[in-house]
């Protein structure tokens, strides 16, 4: 079956950094489009970031545009979630997602989900 297994989240102070990782196993990476969700305590899962087929292509929310960076490795079924300038809003469990289509920001649109890594973010 297909799973997807995030890591790298951790506590981290305002202004740092960290680097999520997610595995994926049982799909097809390279005929996937990648993306990371996130979900704050008491807000809904919102959109982060996508990253197309090959790489080539990103799109980013605009609330971490500048500061965040997707990355792919197709031979290791893995892509990634450079974060960087860590602001304590930044606080959520993120989540890795497959999809067949690029460009979309909403849920429903992705077929498989992890099961999250915890980011937190101090002042």
């Known amino acids: 079956q297909v799973q997807l297994v995030e890591s790298g989240g951790g506590l981290v102070q305002a202004g740092g950094s960290l680097r999520l990782s997610c595995a994926a196993s049982?799909?097809?990476?390279?005929?996937?489009?990648m993306g990371w969700f996130r979900q704050g305590p008491g807000k809904e899962r919102e959109f982060v970031a996508t990253i197309s087929w090959s790489g080539g292509s990103t799109y980013y929310a605009d609330s971490v545009k500048g500061r965040f960076t997707i990355s792919r490795d197709n031979a290791k079924k893995t892509v990634y979630l450079q974060m960087n300038s860590l602001k304590p809003e930044d606080t959520a469990v993120y989540y890795c997602a497959a999809a067949t289509r690029f460009g979309v920001d909403y849920r429903q649109a992705y077929d498989y989900w992890g099961q999250g890594t915890h980011v937190t973010v101090s002042s």
């Open positions: 049982g799909l097809t990476f390279s005929a996937y489009v």
